[in-house]
């Protein structure tokens, strides 16, 4: 489950980065950013549904 979590939070902050770069203009940065955003979210996705939602105890 640590897996998720930190894909998620890559994901999350590549979306805040990808604003950032939006906001100053930065092609590169917006590329990368979505990039990211993309790769990493789709790994925590695909982890969540492989793996599934532990039960907690």
Same mark, same amino acid.
């Given at each position: 489950? &640590?897996?998720? /979590? $930190? @894909?998620a !939070?890559?994901?999350?902050?590549?979306?805040?980065?990808?604003?950032?770069?939006?906001?100053?203009?930065? &092609?590169?940065? /917006? $590329? @990368?950013? !979505?990039?990211?955003a993309?790769?990493?979210?789709?790994?925590?996705?695909?982890?969540?549904?492989?793996? &599934?939602?532990?039960?907690?105890h």
């Open positions: 489950m &640590g897996t998720v /979590i $930190i @894909f !939070l890559v994901a999350i902050l590549a979306v805040f980065g990808t604003l950032s770069a939006l906001k100053n203009k930065n &092609g590169l940065g /917006i $590329i @990368f950013g !979505l990039g990211s993309g790769v990493f979210g789709w790994f925590a996705i695909m982890t969540i549904l492989h793996s &599934g939602f532990p039960a907690g």
